[in-house]
Structure formats: structure tokens, C-alpha cells
């Protein structure tokens, strides 16, 4: 399984990015999307997770309102949306995926998933 992040950048605090994840899985609706960041010096924490169906979602805290997660099985693509971003935004985004045995389990932890993309940057300047 191959995991390929994109679409990270240098943007300005309150403004939109989306992130892109091409994750190599059959079938996709048996695979859990999720994203985690690391931010400098700090540990890699969840950011958000979404079913193998597609119709369950969570999100930490943090990020609940501002950031959506979402996925096309058909491209078998998962996205960030992050909008209203802050500083604290800035990290480096991990994908990652992990084959589940029904399409609606969701997971929000990182010993949970198997499988971990590169990571992208995002840089938020206040």
C-alpha cells in the first residue's frame, strides 16, 4: 500500500488549504483514511478520520468546525479541507490507512493505522 500526500504550502493565517492523500488500496471502501500532523519538537497527534464508506467522520477538537475530511473511493483519494487556519495549524500532515473488516469503522488513533504517506507541509504565518 502506497500513500501519496500533497498540497501543502505557506499560507496566511485565516486562509484555505486542501490536502490531498492517493492511497493504493482495494477496496477502498475496506480501508479507514485518516490524517495526523507533527508539529516541531512535539509528537504526531490526530487530526481527523473517515470511514471506508464515507459516511462517518471525526475530528480532534482543535480542528472541529474549521477542518473537513472527506473521500473519493472511486479516485480512492482522501482530502483535508482546512479552512480559517491558525498558526497552530502548522505541522507536517501525515495520511494514513488501514484495511478494516467493515466499511464503517472509524479510527482515531496512530497505532490504529498500518499504513503512513511522506507527509506534506503546512506553514501557517500569524
Known amino acids: 500500500v502506497q500513500l501519496q500526500a500533497c498540497g501543502g504550502g505557506l499560507v496566511q493565517a485565516g486562509d484555505s488549504l486542501r490536502l490531498s492523500c492517493a492511497a493504493s488500496v482495494r477496496p477502498s471502501s475496506h480501508y479507514a483514511l485518516g490524517w495526523f500532523r507533527q508539529a516541531s519538537g512535539k509528537e504526531r497527534e490526530f487530526v481527523a478520520s473517515i470511514t471506508g464508506s464515507g459516511d462517518i467522520t471525526r475530528y480532534e477538537d482543535s480542528v472541529k468546525g474549521r477542518f473537513t475530511i472527506s473521500r473519493d473511493n472511486a479516485k480512492n483519494t482522501v482530502y483535508l479541507q482546512m479552512n480559517s487556519l491558525k498558526p497552530e495549524d502548522t505541522a507536517v500532515y501525515y495520511c494514513?490507512?488501514?484495511?478494516?473488516?467493515?466499511?464503517?469503522?472509524?479510527?482515531?488513533?496512530?497505532?490504529?493505522?498500518?499504513?503512513w504517506g511522506q507527509g506534506t507541509l503546512v506553514t501557517v504565518s500569524s
Open positions: 494514513a490507512a488501514s484495511f478494516t473488516s467493515s466499511t464503517r469503522v472509524v479510527l482515531a488513533t496512530a497505532r490504529a493505522y498500518k499504513y
